[in-house]
Nanobody, 114 residues
Framework: VQLQAFGGGLVQAGGCVKL?????????????MGWYRQAPGKQRELVATIGRNGRTNYADSVKGRFAISRDGAENTVYLQMNSLKPEDTAVYSC?????????WGQGTQVTVSS
């Protein structure tokens, strides 16, 4: 199983970034896909998830600014991040979950400068 994340980088406050995570080795359609983040000195936290039926869930801190989506044909989950704030700075990681099967990808750094 491999989850490869792309798209991190340095962006100014108010800007936008789109993250992608390509999954391989899983039956993508069965899995709930999610994005999590971990800022320095803090615990990892949920950013957003998207279910098999496309139902989404967001952390309160990102509602209205971030949008998660998935493409079954490409086995890819996306995170569109708009109106970025310095407090969004973190390592963002992709997750896939189906029952007891839980997989993590490598993180991608997003840094938001003020």
């Amino acid at each position: 199983v491999q989850l490869q994340a792309f798209g991190g980088g340095l962006v100014q406050a108010g800007g936008c970034v789109k993250l992608s995570c390509v999954a391989s080795g899983i039956t993508f359609s069965k899995y709930i896909m999610g994005w999590y983040r971990q800022a320095p000195g803090k615990q990892r936290e949920l950013v957003a998830t998207i279910g098999r039926n496309g139902r989404t869930n967001y952390a309160d801190s990102v509602k209205g600014r971030f949008a998660i989506s998935r493409d079954g044909a490409e086995n890819t989950v996306y995170l569109q991040m708009n109106s970025l704030k310095p407090e969004d700075t973190a390592v963002y990681s992709c997750n896939s979950n189906w029952g007891s099967a839980n997989f993590w990808g490598q993180g991608t750094q997003v840094t938001v400068s003020s």
